[in-house]
């Protein structure tokens, strides 16, 4: 996250537009991969904001490599999210209006292995039970683009 840590350098915790891809990856029997975050201690989908001159379903194979050290044959974009309901604080203060496009990715290569700061664990999860300490901001993308119900 390079170019944003460079922005908010300028800018402070000031809302800023961030433009970046989530990436579902489900096992065999249809369960959901996501990350416990360092940041809020929660379950979250893996993901990340686009550096200068990426494509969004370059962002998601970086991410998905840096985040969970898996590769994938092909991404399935499903949706892309912006408005404010995509207004999102950090624990730390940030604040972001996000730009998101949702992938699902096939051809899943590597074991899901912790790869950097951002997370603590990875475990897979199937959408038809309730996630104990779902993000906030993973439950309503999830639920928006018909992965799971309520909201």
């Known amino acids: 996250m390079g170019y944003i840590?460079?922005?908010?350098?300028l800018v402070g915790t000031r809302p800023l537009i961030m433009a970046g891809s989530c990436v579902l990856v489900f096992?065999?029997?249809?369960h959901l991969l996501l990350?416990?975050?360092?940041?809020?201690l929660d379950w979250g989908t893996l993901g990340g904001s686009l550096e200068p001159g990426e494509?969004?379903?370059e962002a998601a194979a970086?991410?998905?490599?840096?985040?969970?050290?898996?590769?994938a044959e092909a991404y399935k974009l499903i949706t892309v999210f912006s408005?404010?309901?995509?207004?999102?604080?950090?624990?730390?203060g940030d604040e972001v209006y996000n730009v998101m496009a949702i992938y699902e990715a096939?051809?899943?290569?590597?074991?899901p292995t912790v790869m950097d700061d951002e997370g603590?664990?990875?475990?897979?999860?199937d959408l038809t039970q309730p996630i104990p300490e779902l993000n906030p901001f993973t439950k309503y993308v999830l639920t928006k683009a018909g992965y799971i119900q309520g909201l």
Request: hydrophobic share 25%; proline share 2%; no cysteine.
């Open 55 to 57: 494509s969004l379903e």
């Open 120 to 125: 603590l664990e990875l475990r897979y999860f």
């Open 35 to 40: 990350q416990r975050r360092t940041d809020s």
């Open 106 to 111: 096939a051809g899943i290569t590597g074991s």
């Open 5 to 9: 840590l460079e922005l908010r350098k």
């Open 83 to 92: 408005g404010q309901d995509m207004y999102y604080r950090y624990p730390h």
């Open 62 to 71: 970086r991410e998905l490599y840096e985040e969970a050290g898996l590769r």
């Open 27 to 30: 096992n065999e029997q249809g």
